[in-house]
């Protein structure tokens, strides 16, 4: 079963640093390692849970207080890895789905959610990069499909309440899709 682990900083110093902890610790592959905006740091790797699971706890101790969320998804649905790159290959199905959070880390949690829940394509997860520190995830599909998979990402991130809006566009123009790709 493969997972995506992650851990989102306020320090790019301790991120380079908790990264190579990371990497040094257990077999797992580099998805992602960048500096964000405003300031912050974040790393994310897959494979194997075990693997995963004990690098991110390293790459979490590494951080020290600098570390502002770190997360574990075990069984990661595919979709998830291309919208990260963003090399997602989709078709536009007329409504488009929104989701707007504070923490990085909590994008990527809520877009697994959310591509699990119902029929969806995501089309990207956008990381922190000229966003003041906020990600979005926009993905595609029909309006009763993508209002499930936006309820689905409410939902799982009830506990830290780190979404800061979504949208559902029943009819999204190309205009505007365009600018999102």
């Not at 090399?87 to 488009?96: I, L, V, W």
Request: glycine share 8%.
């Amino acid at each position: 079963m493969e997972a995506l682990g992650m851990i989102e900083l306020n320090s790019i110093a301790r991120g380079i640093e908790a990264g190579d902890a990371i990497i040094k610790t257990a077999n797992v592959k580099l998805v992602g390692a960048y500096a964000s905006c405003p300031g912050k740091y974040v790393v994310m790797v897959r494979g194997q849970v075990s693997a995963v699971k004990s690098a991110i706890e390293v790459g979490a101790k590494t951080s020290g207080k600098s570390l502002v969320n770190d997360i574990l998804i075990a069984n990661i649905h595919p979709q998830v890895f291309s919208a990260l790159s963003q090399t997602t290959d989709f078709e536009p199905r007329g409504s488009a789905g929104i989701i707007e959070t504070y923490s990085l880390a909590t994008a990527v949690l809520v877009s697994d959610a959310a591509v699990k829940a119902a029929d969806v394509d995501l089309i990207e997860i956008r990381l922190g990069r000229g966003l003041g520190g906020k990600a979005f995830i926009v993905l595609t599909g029909d309006v009763s499909s993508v209002k499930a998979a936006v309820e689905a990402a409410v939902v799982a991130n009830k506990e830290d309440g780190m979404i800061a809006h979504t949208a559902v566009i029943p009819r999204i123009s190309k205009e505007i899709l365009n600018t999102l790709l």
